[in-house]
């Protein structure tokens, strides 16, 4: 009688034992199902966001404009390593400022990256105004601008709702039409890096988009480029030349 009560026991222990044994599996399961259709709602979330502004054709231009940037700055154009390529090229960046990004994307291959891109993506970020210079001689040209488009102006205002220096930029961007120079951009990641989610799609997209402006404004007019260069030299000069001037104090 006792053996049997001690198999019965045995048998109830066992079949429990089983049955947590057999959650363990299940809960991993169940786990992996919640994870994966997060992680698909996350991806479907940000896709929709950008679909708000740009049509199915464009958003893959400007991947493509993004990863041309990424592969051209770092040498590799792994989305994943947009975040490292930013933080590991920023020193870089600022010592420099654009004339890293002038030393590091070519002209040639921007032209063939824009030839690749759509009218209707190009003139949704972009547009050529006339421009002239102000000092002898004087030069009549076409640089890159800003586009005007309420879309793409909507679109930065909204990465600019969890970026504060993207904000001030979209604004500025809006009221003046210019894209900035860069200078401050790239100091801000560095000295407030909580600004900046280097992760986030839509913010790489921004950042190729400017640093590809200010090399476009460099290298689109060789001749407004050779002048300006020369401009630069003629300041040296009289600044050298000021300083020899200078009587030493006794």
Request: glycine share 4%; net charge positive; with cysteine.
């Amino acid at each position: 009688m006792l053996n049997r009560k001690f198999a019965a026991f045995n048998s109830r222990t066992n079949h429990s034992l089983n049955v947590r044994h057999n959650l363990k599996p299940m809960k991993s399961t169940l786990l992996y199902f919640m994870l994966l259709i997060f992680g698909t709602s996350l991806g479907q979330n940000s896709q929709m966001d950008l679909e708000t502004y740009f049509s199915e054709s464009e958003i893959e231009d400007l991947n493509l404009i993004t990863d041309f940037f990424q592969m051209e700055l770092c040498g590799d154009a792994n989305r994943s390593n947009f975040s490292s390529c930013i933080k590991n090229s920023i020193q870089e960046l600022a010592n420099w400022e654009q004339f890293y990004v002038q030393e590091k994307i070519s002209w040639r291959k921007q032209k063939k990256m824009y030839s690749k891109i759509s009218d209707s993506t190009f003139h949704k970020i972009w547009s050529l105004c006339k421009t002239w210079r102000t000092i002898e001689p004087k030069y009549e040209y076409k640089e890159i601008c800003f586009g005007q488009n309420e879309k793409f102006a909507q679109f930065l205002n909204e990465i600019g709702q969890s970026n504060h220096y993207i904000k001030k930029y979209s604004d500025r961007l809006e009221g003046v039409g210019v894209f900035e120079s860069g200078k401050f951009l790239v100091w801000n990641i560095i000295e407030h890096p909580e600004n900046w989610n280097l992760e986030d799609r839509k913010e790489q997209m921004f950042l190729a988009i400017h640093f590809l402006t200010q090399n476009d404004k460099a290298k689109r007019d060789k001749k407004a480029l050779r002048l300006e260069r020369r401009d630069i030299r003629k300041m040296e000069r009289n600044q050298k030349r000021k300083k020899k001037t200078v009587p030493n104090k006794a």
